[in-house]
């Protein structure tokens, strides 16, 4: 099944904003293996966070990813108009060695 | 700097066979540790993975598609292969590849080089 996350968030310049995504006890509960995606309208996603925690090279500091049981989550500090995107998370399922998405989160900085 | 390119008819019948092509520039997929991936997504619509292809040939498919999904490997002419049988307008989707990220040998699960995509009409 599909990772659950809120289907919109928002936040003004400069402020932090998180977005949640929720699995279950055979993908997210289990593997440290979360990753988030930002997308912008009419193009490819780009990896922001792997593993959790770690941020690929080039990827601000501004993004950060923790996680808690179940449920991942995507923090954006210090709001910046360019953070306007569509975010995904994903997560490998162990049962079927699968990866499994989340429907996706549209970030609006106000 | 790694480049992915996906390619292939842009409109299908319904159930016709759905055929994309992934080619790979700067890395070779035979002497590569990563694995290769296909990921869609639906107009207006969230990413699904579709499957893994490792340099070996090992495969593994996302399991509401299993029983119409075929990844291949070309290590020759370095690139990946997509079939998926019997469309209808549920396939009808941007299709993208992406590189399925290894480090120091470990998978990570996740996607760090993708495609621009095509889109993949079904329609009658």
Redesign the interface.
């Known amino acids: 099944s599909a990772l659950t996350q809120p289907p919109s968030a928002s936040g003004s310049p400069g402020q932090s904003v998180t977005i949640s995504c929720t699995g279950t006890s055979v993908d997210i509960g289990e593997y440290n293996y979360v990753s988030w995606y930002q997308q912008y309208p009419g193009k490819a996603p780009k990896l922001i966070i792997y593993e959790v925690t770690k941020r690929p090279s080039g990827v601000p500091g501004r993004f950060s990813g923790s996680k808690s049981g179940n449920t991942a989550t995507l923090t954006v500090s210090g709001l910046q108009t360019e953070d306007e995107a569509d975010y995904y998370c994903s997560s490998f399922a162990g049962i079927n060695s699968y990866v499994v998405f989340g429907g996706g989160t549209k970030l609006t900085v106000l | 700097q790694l480049q992915v390119r996906e390619s292939g008819p842009g409109l299908l019948k319904p159930s016709e066979t759905l055929s994309l092509s992934c080619s790979v520039s700067d890395a070779s997929i035979g002497r590569s540790s990563h694995n290769w ?1 296909w990921i869609r997504q639906p107009p207006g619509k ?4 579709i ?2 292809i490792s340099s070996r040939g090992s495969t ?4 509401s598609l299993s029983s119409r999904v075929t990844i291949s490997v070309d290590t020759s002419k370095n690139e990946f292969s997509l079939t998926l049988t019997s469309v209808t307008a549920a396939d009808t989707a941007v299709y ?1 590849c992406a590189r399925d ?1 290894w480090i120091n040998y470990y ?6 080089s ?4 095509t889109l993949v009409t079904v329609s009658s």
């Open positions: 991936a969230g990413l699904e993975w499957g893994r593994t498919y996302n399991p993208y990220r998978p990570t699960y996740s996607f760090d993708w495609g621009l995509g």
